[in-house]
């Protein structure tokens, strides 16, 4: 059996709370920024969604960055990895859904780029994506 002395335990302890004070700063923060929008199933805002784009590279598609929705259904892009910010270009994309918790059931069409009805066709004056789906039960 191991017995430790006060000076030993106050020590452990000191160090043991050091860390724990020091854990948050050393967690991953989650990224802000990108472009904005909103993802509806007629008048119901669709929240625990991931929204991924895709843009055209060549004949195949390519994932270009995801959104994740909240609870008003509103999401804002970033980069694969959520490394930073993702702020859409002009040019044609494809979004394609997927729940991640939102008890819904998402038509299969819906998980491929290549099969998906949501397209886009992003302009220099857009500044927000409003994405609403059909089939979708929320």
């Not at 904005?36 to 055209?56: C, N, P, Y």
């Not at 970033?78 to 040019?91: C, S």
């Not at 500044?127 to 059909?134: F, K, M, P, Y």
Request: glycine residues 12%; aromatic residues 6%; negative net charge.
């Amino acid at each position: 059996m191991m017995t430790r002395t006060c000076p030993e335990i106050v020590s452990t302890g000191l160090a043991l709370a050091l860390i724990v004070i020091a854990l948050p700063g050393c967690g991953v923060k989650p990224v802000a920024g990108g472009t904005k929008g909103t993802l509806r199933a007629g008048a119901e805002m669709l929240r625990d969604i991931q929204l991924t784009v895709h843009q055209t590279d060549s004949d195949a598609w390519r994932q270009v960055g995801f959104g994740i929705t909240g609870p008003d259904g509103e999401f804002e892009l970033v980069t694969p990895g959520a490394k930073g910010a993702l702020w859409l270009t002009p040019g044609e994309y494809r979004c394609t859904l997927e729940s991640v918790g939102a008890p819904v059931r998402i038509p299969k069409e819906y998980s491929q780029a290549g099969t998906t009805p949501l397209k886009i066709t992003w302009t220099e004056n857009d500044d927000a994506l409003a994405v609403e789906v059909v089939g979708v039960a929320p």
